[in-house]
């Protein structure tokens, strides 16, 4: 089929080129008849507007890259492969193509992909803490950005961000109001900055319950679902069992439960188990975990909507997502019970 010109849509609609103009970009100037019609045109012959014509004539591409670190763990990827599936459908539905890129440092250098580096992006999203390196890379380009997920919220860039102390407070004070006093801790000190915020949220719960914990119940090796059942390991082998374990992270959570199940412990008869993001594996498992919901779809929906503010230029700032969504499943219980 040849390709169709927006000389000939106007044509087989009655118009201008300027009107069907007005209508593909979706702006205002003309009649809802004319709309409808051209749009039904549109839809009948395929059209696609010529992206390399957009970018001249609007500079902008369309495109948003969401930019991953090479370096990323695999809490931060199940995490935010939610995320994906929820700004990829809002893209979708804006208008938007989706990237996926990869940035690293190596000595110092941050070496940024091809996307950014020919500017064929309208902006870029980027999940996690971002190093002061990368963001000055990033600023050279004056392309607009937004850092979701970030653990240092920085008035100066643009991000979304939860109180994962608020989080680890919150789960660890569940568990102190149903009568636990013999709380373990696994986190991941590779993670230093959610580590800090989640055991910081943690310790606050245990100070108000005036418990006091042996060190080794104080897990900082999990990185992941066979790391975190290593760190369950430990705790057992220092002969005192705790009756519940906070976990940073729901995968952390899920690694601790094979290890009980492992040494025929009944979850959570005998000890109970609660994480951090609701993952959704957490509903699949058994039990079913008790968990502190992280709302990846308001994230995502957010992000994009913030994003692309900033892209025309609109002022925004930054968003707080609630972090004390408590989610009660069959990992938990009264001790003993």
């Not at 495109?63 to 979708?92: D, G, R, Y």
């Not at 590779?190 to 897990?219: C, H, N």
């Given at each position: 089929?040849?390709?169709?010109?927006?000389?000939?849509?106007?044509?087989?609609?009655?118009?201008?080129?300027?009107?069907?103009?007005?209508?593909?970009?979706?702006?205002?100037?003309?009649s809802?008849?004319?709309?409808?019609?051209?749009?039904?045109?549109?839809k009948?012959?395929?059209?696609?507007?010529?992206?390399?014509?957009?970018?001249?004539?609007?500079?902008?591409?369309?495109?948003?890259?969401v930019?991953?670190?090479?370096s990323?763990?695999?809490?931060?990827?199940?995490f935010?492969?939610?995320?994906?599936?929820?700004?990829?459908?809002?893209?979708?539905?804006?208008?938007?193509?989706?990237?996926?890129?990869?940035?690293?440092?190596e000595?110092?250098?941050?070496?940024?992909?091809n996307v950014?580096?020919?500017?064929?992006?309208?902006?870029?999203?980027f999940?996690?803490?971002?190093?002061?390196?990368?963001?000055?890379?990033?600023?050279?380009?004056?392309?607009?950005?937004?850092?979701?997920?970030?653990?240092?919220?920085?008035?100066?860039?643009l991000?979304?961000?939860?109180?994962?102390?608020?989080?680890?407070?919150?789960?660890?004070?569940?568990?102190?109001?149903?009568?636990h006093?013999?709380?373990?801790?696994?986190?991941?000190?590779?993670l230093?900055?959610?580590?800090?915020?989640t055991?910081?949220?943690?310790?606050?719960?245990?100070e108000?319950?005036?418990?006091?914990?042996?060190?080794?119940?104080?897990?900082?090796?999990?990185?992941?679902?066979?790391?975190?059942?290593?760190?369950?390991?430990?705790?057992?082998?220092s002969?005192?069992?705790?009756?519940?374990?906070?976990?940073?992270?729901?995968?952390y959570?899920?690694?601790a439960?094979?290890?009980?199940k492992?040494h025929?412990?009944?979850?959570?008869?005998?000890?109970?188990?609660?994480?951090?993001?609701?993952?959704?594996?957490?509903?699949y498992i058994?039990p079913?975990?008790?968990?502190?919901?992280?709302?990846?779809?308001?994230?995502?929906?957010i992000?994009?909507?913030?994003?692309?503010?900033?892209?025309e230029?609109?002022?925004?700032?930054?968003h707080?997502?609630?972090?004390?969504?408590?989610?009660?499943?069959?990992?938990?219980?009264?001790?003993?019970?």
């Amino acid at each position: 089929m040849p390709k169709l010109t927006i000389k000939e849509i106007a044509k087989l609609a009655g118009v201008s080129p300027s009107a069907v103009s007005i209508v593909l970009n979706n702006r205002k100037g003309v009649s809802d008849e004319t709309r409808k019609k051209v749009d039904a045109i549109v839809k009948r012959m395929q059209y696609t507007p010529n992206p390399n014509s957009r970018r001249l004539l609007f500079h902008k591409t369309n495109n948003i890259a969401v930019l991953f670190k090479k370096s990323i763990s695999p809490l931060e990827h199940l995490f935010h492969s939610e995320l994906n599936t929820v700004i990829m459908h809002e893209c979708e539905t804006l208008g938007y193509n989706l990237l996926f890129a990869a940035v690293s440092v190596e000595d110092d250098l941050v070496i940024l992909p091809n996307v950014i580096k020919s500017r064929d992006i309208d902006g870029i999203i980027f999940y996690g803490d971002i190093g002061p390196l990368i963001i000055r890379s990033i600023k050279e380009f004056d392309i607009p950005f937004i850092v979701v997920d970030t653990h240092c919220p920085d008035s100066n860039i643009l991000s979304i961000s939860t109180d994962y102390a608020v989080a680890a407070y919150t789960a660890t004070k569940y568990l102190t109001s149903l009568g636990h006093t013999r709380i373990a801790y696994l986190g991941n000190s590779m993670l230093a900055q959610y580590t800090d915020r989640t055991f910081t949220g943690f310790k606050k719960a245990i100070e108000e319950s005036k418990t006091a914990l042996p060190v080794s119940w104080i897990q900082f090796g999990a990185n992941d679902e066979m790391s975190a059942r290593q760190c369950m390991e430990n705790i057992f082998a220092s002969g005192q069992l705790p009756t519940a374990v906070f976990c940073s992270a729901d995968i952390y959570a899920i690694g601790a439960m094979k290890c009980l199940k492992s040494h025929s412990l009944n979850i959570p008869k005998d000890i109970s188990v609660i994480g951090i993001d609701d993952i959704i594996l957490s509903r699949y498992i058994d039990p079913s975990l008790t968990t502190i919901k992280i709302d990846k779809v308001e994230m995502g929906r957010i992000a994009i909507d913030l994003l692309i503010k900033k892209i025309e230029k609109i002022s925004v700032a930054n968003h707080y997502v609630s972090a004390d969504n408590l989610i009660v499943r069959a990992s938990t219980a009264i001790p003993g019970i």
